[in-house]
């Protein structure tokens, strides 16, 4: 009996002890007589980004002294939850960045701070004239803007020059049927006698990623997903028909891209492309060193290129690709706003979005960065997308627009399972995409 | 003696009380609250506009019938395959440590984790299984598990019952080594069969803690939330989504804090009516 | 001792064996992965066991990735939860078990409805709360709210076991002069060893694999734990099945081993000493 009271006492006396010890943990709230921020952004979780934002950072601290910022990296699918979390319970990063997709619900549900009023400060409109008109759009909203744009990209197709030459492919398709052709030249058995194990493209189809590339396929053929005021949706016009049904068939009848294709991400369309088991995918600055990434053998700064979406044959569209942008904010609950702002204004300004572009290859959102910076100038790839921006345009920017996009995305999974007919499922797709609009 | 009993009893469970009152009682008025749009959302206003909305949403009600049918299949195979293995294990075998521990294995993936792991196994192209059926020359194509609507949900559940039933398995044990070696032996002289012993010793000396390990199995099996999220993500369409998913979907993806709060208290309400005959079964008993 | 045939232990061995292969084949793709190379480990068809061992995947993860650190804040978390929460929760299992009083049954089935929220909705509030006496991103914060998921299910499983414990036992304890909890520390506790081991081990791999709590409650890398910094690896740029198959052996090594103690030490040596005393 006394050995398993002694047992007990000691369990007892061990989590005490532990108890001390997490409690010990919490006072390292340090005495700061600095001030201290805190930054968040997704891709200071990942390698090169990460450096590249963390030299930044101590550049940042270099020039002001007495202001120290701690880096808080999160991860890209966690991200949302864990700032929503916080900033509803009044606390959070006092900066962090954000793509364009949860912006407006951000600024509907007032998680972040209106930096109008420093804006002022800097200048205003004259400040505001450097950056392109259409990247301030997604963080405007009655006229008051809530975050400073840092870089955008257009999207475009990535391909291996290599496969191409040795599918005897001359030039790049400039229309859709084209396209298609280009596609079924790529998709064959590169041992021969076995089976099929190159293909010509992998969408991207699951969720994460989806909305950048699928978008663009849509528009390429003149449609959209609502309509221009975006108050319904455009499904149910004959572009996008035509593209939807087009998509379908590329997968199911033509077989031009690998199985498994409902769950491709984009890691997973990287690495197609990355092993050669894909010869295209739609993508825009990054995927090169991406790509690169996972198959140095690859050689990717040499063989990858970048081409147009392509178009339907005939037409001349105004908008047929996809814009993607990064763009840093402020937090209400921010206890320092006058040094977040300095963060948010050295972040964005022209020395570090060109470092942005040396670093990472991205483009900037400052007219002056991408008319003049020569690396920019010279860099294949960026004239390729840098052209493209302007036949480019954003995912609509309303807070149901997620909702509204995992419907359709839903609807497509469903057309490619051959649970419903294209047309049935397109036609379900607008549907719920009209009701979801209508609820608010 | 019986008034102190009394007192006594309420200071057995006094640390339990204040804990879990003092930290979830705010949480689950909140969780209730936001269904009813009265509380962290922009315009504060009651309205049961959001259970409205509910019931006219197609994917809502699919999920529904999708966790009903998930948790039916997946608790009855846990509890099928938990007892067979609780009652293998209980024999005099070697060795009963190192199967204990195998046997407990599944149980100790982290459900997120394992949600990745299956995911990996199913794939198409990497993927094990289509590994097996193609170097095997079952097949030449692989199949697209996670991307056809019908087999996604049955890998899904599959991979649940693999993750889940060492902890049925693991209640019954532990229920199993508690029964007196002396009805065993009473059966031996009477000259009961194994059959027989199973059903009429065994057997009604488990019943509770099977209608025990049932509950708790059904509300796990309902809130879980790590698995479906990593493994298929709902999908394809909406073909694998249970209303946990959903739950979080709308609430950190769509940020429809009314909405996702209303399918979580639907969800609870749901778990509510399931767990009721099994309360009952256990209250009976109380003295 | 009751004597079997040959026929029924070549069955149970032969069933020991089917459910062996059912439980490991998962845990040897991830074995087998975690040695592959990256581009092995993508490859399609797959490969069965892999051409190249390498352990890469591991000094990444141990070296690179800080996952000592996660590996340790999650022992600690996953502990102190384990035992707290079943500590705490055999002093109500015991108290439901035993007596009667007023509200009992309002009292169990509202600790079982507590389960039926899903953490989606309460991260937030839990946030709110634990911001507030100042206990976010730490450690002690994450234990207690991970104890208020363990104790419902804590002590539902217990109070069943102590069920089975007959009532005599304790009055028999009762009139030798032992006091209720002396009765219940020495008496009925250690009668249901095997059900506390259970209970224990469950309430450690609950507190183990939780994500959503850990992800929202901490905040600094450092104090992470093992399952956050698993799906973190997960990124939107780069997945590398190798780095985390090898993680992800790591963290499901943990509960395994630690079962195998409990179950030679805390059984073994409460048994013997019971028998003793």
Same mark, same amino acid.
């Given at each position: 009996?006394?050995?398993?009271?002694?047992?007990?006492?000691?369990?007892?006396?061990?989590?005490?002890?532990?108890?001390?010890?997490?409690?010990?943990?919490?006072?390292?709230?340090?005495?700061?007589?600095?001030?201290?921020?805190?930054?968040?952004?997704?891709?200071?979780?990942?390698?090169?980004?990460?450096?590249?934002?963390?030299?930044?950072?101590?550049?940042?601290?270099?020039?002001?002294?007495?202001?120290?910022?701690?880096?808080?990296?999160?991860?890209?699918?966690?991200?949302?939850?864990?700032?929503?979390?916080?900033?509803?319970?009044?606390?959070?990063?006092?900066?962090?960045?954000?793509?364009?997709?949860?912006?407006?619900?951000?600024?509907?549900?007032?998680?972040?701070?209106?930096?109008?009023?420093?804006?002022?400060?800097?200048?205003?409109?004259?400040?505001?004239?450097?950056?392109?008109?259409?990247?301030?759009?997604?963080?405007?909203?009655?006229?008051?803007?809530?975050?400073?744009?840092?870089?955008?990209?257009?999207?475009?197709?990535?391909?291996?020059?290599?496969?191409?030459?040795?599918?005897?492919?001359?030039?790049?398709?400039?229309?859709?049927?084209?396209?298609?052709?280009?596609?079924?030249?790529?998709?064959?058995?590169?041992?021969?006698?076995?089976?099929?194990?190159?293909?010509?493209?992998?969408?991207?189809?699951?969720?994460?990623?989806?909305?950048?590339?699928?978008?663009?396929?849509?528009?390429?053929?003149?449609?959209?997903?609502?309509?221009?005021?975006?108050?319904?949706?455009?499904?149910?016009?004959?572009?996008?028909?035509?593209?939807?049904?087009? +998509?379908?068939?590329? @997968?199911?009848?033509?077989?031009?891209? #690998?199985?498994?294709?409902?769950?491709?991400? *984009?890691? /997973? %369309?990287?690495?197609?492309?990355?092993?050669?088991?894909?010869?295209?995918?739609?993508?825009?600055?990054?995927?090169?060193?991406?790509?690169?990434?996972?198959?140095?053998?690859?050689?990717?700064?040499?063989?990858?290129?970048?081409?147009?979406?392509?178009?339907?044959?005939?037409?001349?569209?105004?908008?047929?690709?996809?814009?993607?942008?990064?763009?840093?904010?402020?937090?209400?609950?921010?206890?320092?706003?006058?040094?977040?702002?300095?963060?948010?204004?050295?972040?964005?300004?022209?020395?570090?979005?060109?470092?942005?572009?040396?670093?990472?290859?991205?483009?900037?959102?400052?007219?002056?960065?991408?008319?003049?910076?020569?690396?920019?100038?010279?860099?294949?790839?960026?004239?390729? +997308?840098?052209?493209? @921006?302007?036949?480019?345009?954003?995912? #609509?920017?309303?807070?149901?627009?997620?909702? *509204?996009? /995992? %419907?359709?995305?839903?609807?497509?999974?469903?057309?490619?399972?051959?649970?419903?007919?294209?047309?049935?499922?397109?036609?379900?797709?607008?549907?719920?995409?009209?009701?979801?609009?209508?609820?608010? | 003696?019986?008034?102190?009993?009394?007192?006594?009893?309420?200071?057995?469970?006094?640390?339990?009380?204040?804990?879990?009152?003092?930290?979830?009682?705010?949480?689950?008025?909140?969780?209730?609250?936001?269904?009813?749009?009265?509380?962290?959302?922009?315009?504060?206003?009651?309205?049961?506009?959001?259970?409205?909305?509910?019931?006219?949403?197609?994917?809502?009600?699919?999920?529904?019938?999708?966790?009903?049918?998930?948790?039916?299949?997946?608790?009855?195979?846990?509890?099928?395959?938990?007892?067979?293995?609780?009652?293998?294990?209980?024999?005099?075998?070697?060795?009963?440590?190192?199967?204990?521990?195998?046997?407990?294995?599944?149980?100790?993936?982290?459900?997120?984790?394992?949600?990745?792991?299956?995911?990996?196994?199913?794939?198409?192209?990497?993927?094990?299984?289509?590994?097996?059926?193609?170097?095997?020359?079952?097949?030449?194509?692989?199949?697209?598990?996670?991307?056809?609507?019908?087999?996604?949900?049955?890998?899904?559940?599959?991979?649940?019952?693999?993750?889940?039933?060492?902890?049925?398995?693991?209640?019954?044990?532990?229920?199993?080594?508690?029964?007196?070696?002396?009805?065993?032996?009473?059966?031996?002289?009477?000259?009961?069969?194994?059959?027989?012993?199973?059903?009429?010793?065994?057997?009604?000396?488990?019943?509770?803690?099977?209608?025990?390990?049932?509950?708790?199995?059904?509300?796990?099996?309902?809130?879980?939330?790590?698995?479906?999220?990593?493994?298929?993500?709902?999908?394809?369409?909406?073909?694998?989504?249970?209303?946990?998913?959903?739950?979080?979907?709308?609430?950190?993806?769509?940020?429809?804090?009314?909405?996702?709060?209303?399918?979580?208290?639907?969800?609870?309400?749901?778990?509510?009516?399931?767990?009721?005959?099994?309360?009952?079964?256990?209250?009976?008993?109380?003295? | 001792?009751?004597?079997?045939?040959?026929?029924?232990?070549?069955?149970?061995?032969?069933?020991?064996?089917?459910?062996?292969?059912?439980?490991?084949?998962?845990?040897?793709?991830?074995?087998?992965?975690?040695?592959?190379?990256?581009?092995?480990?993508?490859?399609?068809?797959?490969?069965?066991?892999?051409?190249?061992?390498?352990?890469?995947?591991?000094?990444?993860?141990?070296?690179?990735?800080?996952?000592?650190?996660?590996?340790?804040?999650?022992?600690?978390?996953?502990?102190?939860?384990?035992?707290?929460?079943?500590?705490?929760?055999?002093?109500?299992?015991?108290?439901?078990?035993?007596?009667?009083?007023?509200?009992?049954?309002?009292?169990?089935?509202?600790?079982?409805?507590?389960?039926?929220?899903?953490?989606?909705?309460?991260?937030?509030?839990?946030?709110?709360?634990?911001?507030?006496?100042?206990?976010?991103?730490?450690?002690?914060?994450?234990?207690?709210?991970?104890?208020?998921?363990?104790?419902?299910?804590?002590?539902?499983?217990?109070?069943?076991?102590?069920?089975?414990?007959?009532?005599?036992?304790?009055?028999?304890?009762?009139?030798?002069?032992?006091?209720?909890?002396?009765?219940?520390?020495?008496?009925?506790?250690?009668?249901?060893?095997?059900?506390?081991?259970?209970?224990?081990?469950?309430?450690?791999?609950?507190?183990?694999?939780?994500?959503?709590?850990?992800?929202?409650?901490?905040?600094?890398?450092?104090?992470?734990?093992?399952?956050?910094?698993?799906?973190?690896?997960?990124?939107?740029?780069?997945?590398?099945?190798?780095?985390?198959?090898?993680?992800?052996?790591?963290?499901?090594?943990?509960?395994?081993?630690?079962?195998?103690?409990?179950?030679?030490?805390?059984?073994?040596?409460?048994?013997?000493?019971?028998?003793?005393?």
């Amino acid at each position: 009996m006394k050995g398993g009271l002694k047992m007990v006492k000691r369990i007892y006396w061990v989590c005490l002890i532990l108890m001390v010890l997490c409690l010990s943990l919490m006072g390292t709230v340090g005495r700061a007589q600095e001030v201290k921020i805190s930054y968040s952004d997704w891709q200071l979780a990942q390698d090169i980004w990460g450096r590249s934002l963390r030299e930044a950072i101590a550049e940042f601290e270099r020039l002001n002294p007495g202001i120290k910022v701690e880096p808080e990296p999160v991860a890209l699918a966690q991200r949302d939850v864990k700032f929503t979390t916080a900033i509803r319970a009044g606390s959070g990063p006092d900066v962090f960045a954000l793509d364009v997709n949860p912006v407006k619900q951000y600024i509907k549900e007032g998680w972040v701070k209106d930096l109008t009023p420093f804006i002022e400060k800097e200048g205003g409109q004259q400040w505001l004239s450097d950056f392109y008109p259409r990247t301030l759009m997604p963080v405007t909203e009655d006229n008051k803007v809530f975050g400073v744009p840092k870089n955008t990209v257009a999207m475009v197709m990535v391909y291996n020059s290599q496969l191409f030459k040795e599918a005897g492919i001359k030039s790049t398709p400039k229309n859709w049927k084209e396209f298609r052709d280009v596609c079924k030249k790529l998709t064959k058995a590169t041992k021969p006698g076995g089976p099929v194990d190159q293909w010509g493209v992998a969408f991207v189809l699951a969720k994460a990623c989806f909305d950048l590339r699928f978008s663009v396929v849509l528009r390429g053929f003149g449609g959209d997903f609502l309509t221009p005021d975006w108050k319904q949706s455009a499904l149910n016009t004959p572009e996008a028909k035509e593209a939807f049904n087009y +998509v379908v068939d590329l @997968i199911l009848k033509d077989k031009v891209m #690998p199985p498994g294709v409902a769950q491709v991400d *984009c890691n /997973e %369309a990287r690495r197609h492309l990355a092993f050669k088991r894909t010869a295209m995918k739609i993508g825009t600055m990054w995927s090169i060193t991406e790509v690169s990434g996972f198959n140095p053998d690859l050689r990717g700064w040499e063989v990858l290129e970048m081409f147009p979406i392509p178009q339907k044959e005939g037409t001349k569209s105004k908008i047929h690709s996809t814009l993607y942008q990064k763009s840093i904010f402020m937090n209400p609950n921010t206890k320092h706003p006058e040094a977040a702002w300095k963060l948010i204004k050295f972040l964005t300004d022209k020395k570090q979005m060109e470092k942005w572009f040396v670093d990472n290859n991205m483009l900037s959102c400052r007219k002056s960065v991408n008319d003049t910076y020569g690396p920019i100038l010279q860099s294949k790839y960026a004239s390729v +997308v840098k052209k493209e @921006i302007e036949y480019a345009d954003f995912l #609509p920017l309303i807070p149901q627009w997620p909702e *509204c996009l /995992e %419907a359709f995305r839903v609807n497509l999974q469903a057309a490619i399972a051959k649970q419903k007919t294209p047309d049935q499922a397109l036609k379900d797709a607008h549907e719920q995409i009209n009701a979801i609009l209508a609820r608010k | 003696m019986k008034i102190h009993d009394r007192y006594k009893g309420y200071i057995f469970i006094l640390p339990a009380f204040l804990l879990l009152v003092g930290i979830l009682g705010f949480p689950a008025l909140a969780a209730i609250l936001q269904s009813f749009n009265l509380m962290w959302v922009s315009k504060p206003s009651f309205t049961v506009s959001s259970y409205v909305n509910l019931m006219k949403d197609k994917e809502f009600l699919g999920t529904l019938l999708n966790t009903m049918i998930f948790v039916s299949v997946t608790v009855s195979f846990h509890l099928l395959i938990g007892m067979g293995v609780a009652l293998l294990l209980n024999q005099e075998i070697k060795r009963r440590h190192l199967f204990r521990v195998i046997a407990i294995l599944p149980w100790t993936m982290p459900d997120v984790i394992g949600g990745l792991i299956w995911k990996f196994i199913f794939d198409t192209l990497p993927g094990f299984v289509n590994a097996v059926l193609i170097r095997g020359k079952f097949l030449t194509e692989p199949i697209d598990f996670l991307g056809t609507p019908l087999l996604s949900f049955l890998c899904f559940i599959f991979a649940e019952v693999w993750r889940g039933y060492p902890f049925v398995m693991l209640i019954l044990l532990a229920g199993l080594q508690a029964i007196p070696r002396q009805q065993y032996e009473a059966g031996a002289i009477d000259g009961a069969s194994t059959i027989q012993n199973f059903f009429y010793i065994t057997l009604p000396n488990l019943k509770y803690m099977v209608v025990i390990a049932v509950i708790l199995d059904t509300i796990w099996e309902c809130r879980l939330f790590g698995m479906v999220y990593s493994m298929t993500g709902g999908g394809p369409g909406y073909s694998s989504q249970v209303l946990s998913l959903l739950t979080y979907k709308h609430y950190f993806q769509f940020f429809n804090t009314p909405y996702a709060a209303s399918i979580a208290v639907v969800l609870a309400v749901f778990m509510l009516i399931i767990s009721i005959p099994y309360l009952r079964m256990t209250m009976r008993r109380e003295i | 001792m009751l004597k079997r045939q040959k026929t029924f232990w070549i069955f149970i061995y032969l069933a020991l064996v089917v459910m062996g292969l059912f439980n490991l084949l998962p845990f040897y793709w991830m074995l087998s992965s975690s040695f592959k190379t990256e581009g092995e480990v993508s490859s399609y068809p797959a490969t069965l066991f892999p051409q190249v061992w390498t352990l890469g995947a591991y000094s990444k993860i141990w070296f690179q990735e800080k996952f000592v650190y996660y590996f340790i804040n999650s022992l600690i978390v996953s502990m102190t939860t384990a035992t707290f929460s079943s500590l705490v929760g055999a002093f109500a299992a015991y108290g439901f078990s035993r007596f009667r009083f007023k509200g009992k049954t309002l009292t169990m089935t509202l600790f079982l409805a507590s389960q039926m929220i899903p953490g989606v909705l309460l991260v937030g509030p839990y946030f709110k709360m634990l911001s507030l006496v100042g206990l976010y991103n730490t450690l002690l914060g994450l234990i207690l709210s991970q104890i208020t998921i363990t104790l419902p299910f804590s002590i539902w499983m217990l109070k069943g076991y102590m069920d089975t414990v007959p009532v005599e036992i304790d009055q028999a304890a009762m009139v030798d002069g032992a006091s209720r909890t002396r009765t219940f520390l020495m008496v009925v506790l250690p009668g249901i060893l095997p059900g506390l081991v259970a209970t224990i081990i469950f309430a450690f791999l609950l507190s183990w694999g939780d994500l959503l709590w850990a992800l929202c409650l901490i905040n600094a890398k450092a104090k992470q734990t093992l399952t956050l910094g698993i799906t973190q690896l997960v990124g939107e740029f780069r997945t590398e099945w190798s780095t985390i198959m090898a993680a992800t052996m790591i963290a499901t090594m943990v509960p395994a081993v630690l079962y195998l103690l409990l179950q030679n030490f805390l059984i073994k040596g409460f048994t013997e000493s019971a028998v003793k005393g």
